[in-house]
């Protein structure tokens, strides 16, 4: 006699159905990895508020754009009362920079007179937020980023905000065709400092400086 064999044969139409599922799962997988994947390195757009002209001889002129009726609504404010004392530090000491920043809606956040806290960053102290700073370069008393074209990546920058000093390292550094706009490329996974201003002896460009959070402590 034949031993009966109890064994269930799986039929074509269950194992294609089967493969299918596994693939739909497979293909789930690799096309969500690679939407984080491009999500960390994509960028946001900033409005730049001033930049450079020559005036009828030939000698460059920081001028101011106009600014809009309607500003963003902020991300992030602590305070209700807004004060025009500093309320933290930029310092950079390869180019012996040391310069106070204000709230961020204080009439003294004004490129013209300090350096600028960009709508739409937020303070340092927000996990994988990103810290923008723009202030002029070339000639005048508010050229306070004039030396940045002598950083390269790997130096450090410090910030100082309510008892904690934030150290950064450059990352990046990239110019752009004045329009309006800057596109900020950072690691969305990172917390991130952006200093932003015009190219050293280019009208045209303004210069971004990308620098990630490296290491966190009192002062």
Known sequence: MKKRNNEKKLT???VAAISALLIMIGGYFISFNYVQSKK?????????EFFAEKDEEGTPVVIKKEKE???PEYIQDYDDVITNEYIGYLIIPKINLTKGFL?????ENDVEKNIYIVDGS???DVEKGNFIIAAHSGPGWQAFFNDLYQLTTGDQIYVTYKGKKYTYQLTNVYKQEKTGKIAI??????STLTLITCTNHDLTSQTVYISELINVEDE
């Open 40 to 48: 960390v390195y994509a960028y946001d757009y900033v409005s730049t």
């Open 69 to 71: 009726e309607e500003k």
């Open 185 to 190: 490329y950072r690691n969305y996974e990172k």
């Open 103 to 107: 709230d961020r809606r204080s009439s």
């Open 12 to 14: 074509p139409t269950l």
């Open 122 to 124: 937020t303070y340092p």
